[in-house]
């Protein structure tokens, strides 16, 4: 996977669990194994070689794994070096070696996919604003699930491009809730506004700054009227 996620990771439609059904058991996935061991060069190109065929390795899996369940399945190698929630694969350049265990990475790295778009998943309909929900309600709603995600990308083990991983998963929450992928985008540019940085932890206070900014510049309303009618939730929120 490329440092900057593929054009198809705008589109939370394209990845929602609910809307991609997976089934999966023992014998399909011996069926996948046997797939992409096929794939898997005798020979490896190694260092000297540019390992390109590992490479190719890895496209051709790409390949053989989205024809068979589809698009959504395209982030199993969006490893946590570039800013993904992937550690079963990293490149090919690292991943590939026999065709067995080759083949068992793969798979780990899809599992690994398809478990966090359904943790994602949960976490957009347990934050998602009511839909009876005042503006001023629904600032607070949007405030709390904005450091909510922001940690999540912290905590996943991305490393550098952390900050990439948590300004899409903050497009597609607020894609989820019935925004318009463009003003989504729009609107978690303009809150971050280039505060986060690479390799950098951007502490408590610079996270809710950003929340608060978030919910503001979609309300219209500060987040904030009367911390005491909100303090369970609230805590309820930290907590997690």
């Given at each position: 996977?490329?440092?900057?996620?593929p054009g198809?990771?705008?589109?939370?439609?394209?990845?929602?669990?609910?809307?991609?059904?997976?089934?999966?058991?023992?014998?399909?996935?011996?069926?996948?194994?046997?797939?992409?061991?096929?794939?898997?060069?005798?020979?490896?190109?190694?260092?000297?070689?540019?390992?390109?065929?590992?490479?190719?390795?890895?496209?051709?899996?790409?390949?053989?794994?989205?024809?068979?369940?589809?698009?959504?399945?395209?982030?199993?190698?969006?490893?946590?070096?570039?800013?993904?929630?992937?550690?079963?694969?990293?490149?090919?350049?690292?991943?590939?070696?026999?065709?067995?265990?080759?083949a068992a990475?793969?798979?780990?790295?899809?599992?690994?996919?398809?478990?966090?778009?359904e943790r994602?998943?949960?976490?957009?309909?347990?934050?998602?604003?009511?839909?009876?929900?005042?503006?001023?309600?629904?600032?607070?709603?949007?405030?709390?699930?904005?450091?909510?995600?922001?940690?999540?990308?912290?905590?996943?083990?991305?490393?550098?491009?952390?900050?990439?991983?948590?300004?899409?998963?903050?497009?597609?929450?607020?894609?989820?809730?019935?925004?318009?992928?463009?003003?989504?985008?729009?609107?978690?540019?303009?809150?971050?506004?280039?505060?986060?940085?690479?390799?950098?932890?951007?502490?408590?206070?610079?996270?809710?700054?950003?929340?608060?900014?978030?919910?503001?510049?979609?309300?219209?309303?500060?987040?904030?009227?009367?911390?005491?009618?909100?303090?369970?939730?609230?805590?309820?929120?930290?907590?997690?």
């Amino acid at each position: 996977m490329p440092p900057a996620p593929p054009g198809g990771f705008r589109d939370w439609d394209g990845l929602d669990p609910a809307r991609h059904p997976f089934d999966w058991d023992a014998e399909e996935e011996a069926r996948l194994c046997a797939l992409l061991r096929e794939w898997v060069p005798p020979v490896l190109s190694g260092m000297a070689g540019w390992w390109q065929g590992e490479h190719w390795c890895e496209s051709q899996f790409d390949a053989i794994i989205r024809e068979r369940y589809g698009d959504w399945a395209q982030g199993w190698n969006w490893c946590y070096r570039h800013g993904g929630p992937i550690g079963a694969w990293v490149t090919g350049a690292s991943s590939v070696t026999t065709p067995d265990e080759t083949a068992a990475r793969a798979v780990a790295a899809l599992l690994e996919w398809r478990e966090w778009l359904e943790r994602v998943a949960r976490l957009f309909a347990e934050l998602a604003p009511p839909p009876e929900a005042t503006p001023e309600d629904r600032s607070w709603h949007l405030e709390r699930a904005s450091v909510r995600l922001v940690t999540l990308a912290l905590d996943s083990g991305a490393e550098g491009g952390w900050h990439g991983q948590a300004t899409r998963v903050l497009q597609w929450f607020l894609s989820s809730t019935g925004i318009g992928q463009a003003e989504a985008e729009q609107a978690v540019d303009e809150a971050i506004g280039g505060r986060f940085q690479s390799w950098v932890d951007p502490g408590r206070a610079l996270v809710e700054s950003v929340g608060e900014d978030l919910a503001v510049g979609l309300t219209g309303h500060a987040p904030y009227q009367d911390h005491r009618e909100r303090a369970a939730l609230e805590e309820l929120h930290d907590r997690s």
